[in-house]
C-alpha cells in the first residue's frame, strides 16, 4: 500500500510555456502532499505543502504565482509551473501523507527540462 | 529549526567494504522522526528505514544497520559487505510527528562502490 504515482516522468518545454505535473495518490487518500525540488547534485529541497481544499502554503523564497498548486481532491495535487524557463529546469518530487499515515510516500519523480 | 548535516559529500569503497554514512541533525522538538533514503540514478526515492526519537535501540536489517545516539545527535547508517548495487545517493532526513510535518533533508552522500 502506500502508492504514489507522478505523472509525466519526463517532460521538455519550449522557454514561456506552462507545464501541469500531477501526483496521485493510488491506494490511500492523502489530506496533504507536499512538493519538492531538486536541481542536479543537491538535496530535496521543500517548496510548497498543499492540504486538500484549501490553499498551499509555500516556503519562504517559492513564488507562489510561478508555481500555481492545486490539491483539489484527496487523490490529486497538481503543480503548474508557469512560464517555465531554463532555470526552472529541475527534478520535481511530489510527497503524500494522511491523517492515518504520518509519514510521506513519495512519488516517483518528473524531470522537467526547459530548453 | 531544523537541520541535517551529512558531512561526507562522497564516498568511494571497493565492493565487500564495510561503509558508514554519517548524520547528524538539530532539532528543537522533544518528539521527532529520522529516516534514511536511497537515491539511485533512477532518481526515485527509496524509503530504508524511520526511527522514532524515543525508541533509541539500534536496528539491523540485513546488511544495513542504523547508529541512533541521541546524546550527540547522530544517526548513522551502515552497509555491511558493500555491493555495487548499493551505489547511490542517501538521504539522511528529520521531521516532527504530525500528519503534515515537513522533511527537512540533508544534502545527501554520494556512494559508489566498485568492483
Known amino acids: 500500500g502506500a502508492v504514489v504515482s507522478q505523472h509525466p516522468s519526463r517532460v521538455i518545454c519550449k522557454s514561456g510555456t506552462s507545464v501541469k505535473i500531477e501526483c496521485r495518490s493510488l491506494?490511500?487518500?492523502?489530506?496533504?502532499m507536499f512538493w519538492y525540488r531538486q536541481f542536479p547534485k543537491q538535496s530535496l529541497m521543500l517548496m510548497a505543502t498543499s492540504n486538500e481544499g484549501s490553499k498551499a502554503t509555500y516556503e519562504q523564497g517559492v513564488e507562489k504565482d510561478k508555481f500555481l498548486i492545486n490539491h483539489a481532491s484527496l487523490t490529486l495535487s497538481t503543480l503548474t509551473v508557469t512560464s517555465a524557463h531554463p532555470e526552472d529546469s529541475s527534478f520535481y518530487i511530489c510527497?503524500?501523507?494522511?491523517?492515518?499515515?504520518?509519514?510521506?510516500?513519495f512519488g516517483p519523480g518528473t524531470r522537467l527540462t526547459v530548453l | 529549526a531544523q537541520k541535517v548535516t551529512q558531512a561526507q559529500t562522497e564516498i568511494s569503497v571497493v565492493e565487500k567494504e564495510d561503509v558508514t554514512l554519517d548524520c547528524v541533525y538539530e532539532t528543537r522538538d522533544t518528539t521527532y522522526y529520522l529516516f534514511w533514503y536511497k537515491q539511485p540514478p533512477s532518481g526515485e526515492l527509496v524509503f530504508l528505514i524511520r526511527r522514532n526519537s524515543f525508541d533509541e535501540q539500534n536496528e539491523i536489517s540485513g546488511r544495513y544497520s542504523w547508529n541512533f545516539q541521541k546524546s550527540t545527535s547522530s544517526f548513522n547508517f551502515t552497509i555491511t559487505a558493500s555491493q555495487v548495487v548499493d551505489s547511490a545517493v542517501y538521504f539522511c532526513a528529520l521531521s516532527g510527528t504530525g500528519t503534515a510535518s515537513k522533511l527537512t533533508f540533508g544534502t545527501g552522500t554520494r556512494l559508489q562502490v566498485t568492483l
Open positions: 510527497s503524500a501523507s494522511s491523517t492515518y499515515k504520518s509519514e510521506q510516500f
Open positions: 491506494d490511500f487518500q492523502a489530506t496533504t
